[in-house]
């Protein structure tokens, strides 16, 4: 270390300067590099690796280089012990943390950057009050800082404590004027603070109005992610995201730091992309997500529903065993109830006896897209035996049985032939044209569009009723006697 | 007005980088399959950890003691969006690691 310091020493101002934005243009190469090989199954973890080799070069390089007017970095000590208890906490509970939790603690990971961004910009403010005139350049990206990061620090908080269960949804009319009307204050504070220099006049601008936007800012986050339904919260998380993003540009912007401008303006681009993507897979509109419509109205199709029948599991042990081809499709119940390890066992059971077993996998199964995925292969199942929607849809009217697994939504028909059903429209797995499906479901309870699906009523589904563990538990147990 | 001009013309540079980084990311993103949308996302939200940078910088220029402690809060807070970040990406990326490509 210490002779890094010599040589560091021995540059002349300018070399440092030079070095540290050379360094800056690798991070930013490296960080769409990295997202680009991020998007493809090959690459991926490859990718996600040069970006994070692209972030430490620069951090490093500017606790060394970074200058203002001559001035090093000063309390290197103390951004080291800062940074060594972000990381700890950071490797820490990420390492930690069950997979079933993912979409959670990357909501809580994106708040925390949006609070970063919030606090940055917020102690910014004090310089340029102090510093006299009109400074519009930085105000302008001030301004909107402290109002994205804050937003994004407390909508994620909210979306972290919904999936984590701790926070429940709450639906009132009322909520949408009084968001509207916040974001309109919210912007109307920050013109009023740039179109009238008068309220600066002496030189102070006064920090009222940026605690105020930091206050509404942080309401108006929680009020914002509240109404939003669980199966939504993907979506949401995503949004965020792409917030935090402008609020880290807003930030480079402010420093004309170019790392952290290409950085931020990335992510909320590739963000929103991403949030665009993921409604789309769900057939809905960003807006429709925004509104909180899904489980709005309910009562689509007063028909009687019919009667259900349940199948026992020594049943459903004979009449997967002596099938020649399965699908299961896995839903969330799978994997709250940390099924999924049991699940690939009772598949290669199945194909001990000869029977050929696929996965379904809708878009959305589980709480995020790919998130199904992620947790089969953890349970070591082979990548080509999942089939994406699209694929498997033609195949399933010949197959004998489709075993449904704590999946509700993504199976019912009602999103087919229901015009007034609020699914309608949304591609599922179309488990109704096999010739048998057995669901495995922990009770008569509804799905997170919280609506009534036909699929537990047709002639040709079974119910087998019980937590998904237990459940296939006994149904090895079953197939391992046949 | 003019102070609207002023502004554009002395951020001219980093005007063109916002306009280009988003098409960019744009592209970049734009054929993706379903099942990398979570790790996406997740690589993603560790990028934007990149406001560490910033929080470096205000930590490293505090002169009161008020600041220097927001700083320090805002370095762990930003560490914790970094490494928190792409180790939890790395995580998800594992498990498509054993798969056996056909």
Redesign the interface.
């Known amino acids: 270390m210490n002779t890094i310091h010599e040589v560091i020493k021995t540059l002349r101002f300018t070399d440092g300067q030079s070095l540290l934005e050379l360094i800056y243009l690798i991070a930013s190469v490296l960080f769409v590099f990295g997202l680009k090989m991020l998007s493809k199954p090959d690459s991926a973890r490859k990718g996600n690796l040069w970006a994070a080799f692209g972030m430490s070069l620069a951090i490093i390089a500017t606790i060394l280089f970074h200058r203002v007017d001559g001035e090093p970095i000063r309390h290197i000590p103390l951004i080291l012990l800062a940074f060594a208890i972000g990381a700890t906490a950071g490797w820490v509970i990420a390492r930690r943390v069950k997979m079933t939790a993912m979409p959670q603690l990357v909501s809580l990971f994106n708040g925390m950057g949006g609070a970063c961004a919030a606090l940055i910009a917020l102690m910014e403010f004090p310089h340029i009050d102090a510093a006299g005139g009109v400074p519009y350049g930085q105000l302008i990206t001030i301004m909107p800082g402290v109002m994205i990061g804050t937003v994004s620090f407390t909508g994620s908080m909210i979306a972290f404590g919904k999936l984590n269960g701790n926070i429940g949804d709450l639906r009132t009319k009322a909520l949408r004027p009084v968001n509207i009307l916040l974001l309109l204050v919210m912007l109307l504070l920050i013109v009023w603070v740039l179109v009238r220099p008068e309220i600066y006049a002496d030189g102070h601008i006064g920090a009222l109005p940026v605690y105020l936007l930091l206050a509404i800012s942080a309401v108006y986050g929680v009020l914002f992610v509240m109404p939003i339904g669980g199966a939504d919260m993907p979506v949401v998380i995503s949004l965020l995201n792409s917030f935090t993003g402008l609020a880290a540009a807003f930030g480079g912007f402010l420093y004309h730091n170019q790392a952290m401008l290409t950085g931020g303006i990335l992510v909320g681009s590739a963000g929103t992309i991403l949030t665009v993507l993921m409604c789309r897979a769900m057939n809905r509109s960003l807006l429709n997500v925004i509104a909180g419509a899904f489980g709005g109205g309910g009562a689509a199709r007063e028909k009687e529903a019919g009667t259900i029948k349940e199948i026992s599991v020594n049943d459903a042990a004979v009449l997967l065993t002596y099938s020649k081809k399965v699908v299961v499709v896995p839903g969330y119940g799978l994997a709250v109830a940390q099924a999924q390890h049991l699940c690939n066992e009772m598949v290669k059971q199945l194909e001990e006896h000869g029977v050929e077993v696929q996965f379904a996998i809708h878009p959305v199964a589980g709480r995020m897209p790919g998130h199904m995925n992620v947790l089969l292969a953890e349970a070591d199942v082979p990548y080509e035996k999942l089939k994406e929607m699209d694929e498997i849809n033609p195949e399933l009217p010949n197959t004998d049985v489709v075993v449904v697994i704590g999946a509700n939504d993504v199976v019912n028909p009602a999103a087919e032939d229901d015009p007034g059903s609020p699914i309608y429209g949304m591609p599922i797995i179309r488990a109704h044209t096999a010739k048998n499906i057995i669901v495995m479901k922990r009770g008569m309870g509804k799905g997170y569009a919280a609506i009534e699906n036909f699929l537990f009523y047709d002639p040709k589904t079974r119910m087998l009723f019980g937590n998904a563990k237990d459940t296939l538990q006994k149904l090895i147990e079953e197939i391992k006697n046949l | 007005m003019s102070?609207?001009f002023?502004?554009i013309y002395?951020?001219r540079e980093?005007l063109f980088?916002?306009a280009l980084?988003?098409?960019?990311?744009?592209e970049?993103?734009?054929?993706?399959?379903?099942?990398?949308?979570?790790?996406?996302?997740?690589?993603?939200?560790?990028?934007?950890?990149?406001?560490?940078?910033?929080?470096?910088?205000?930590?490293?220029?505090?002169h009161s003691t008020s600041?220097?402690i927001?700083?320090?809060?805002?370095?762990?807070?930003?560490?914790?969006?970094?490494?928190?970040?792409?180790?939890?990406?790395?995580?998800?990326?594992?498990?498509?690691?054993?798969?056996?490509?056909?």
């Open positions: 102070e609207v002023e502004f002395v951020n980093m980088i916002v980084s988003v098409l960019l990311g744009i970049v993103i734009s054929h993706v399959p379903a099942v990398l949308h979570t790790p996406l996302m997740s690589g993603a939200n560790a990028i934007h950890g990149v406001v560490i940078v910033g929080a470096i910088i205000v930590m490293g220029h505090a600041a220097i927001l700083g320090f809060f805002a370095v762990i807070l930003g560490t914790l969006n970094v490494v928190g970040g792409f180790v939890v990406t790395d995580r998800m990326l594992e498990m498509f690691r054993k798969k056996p490509k056909k």
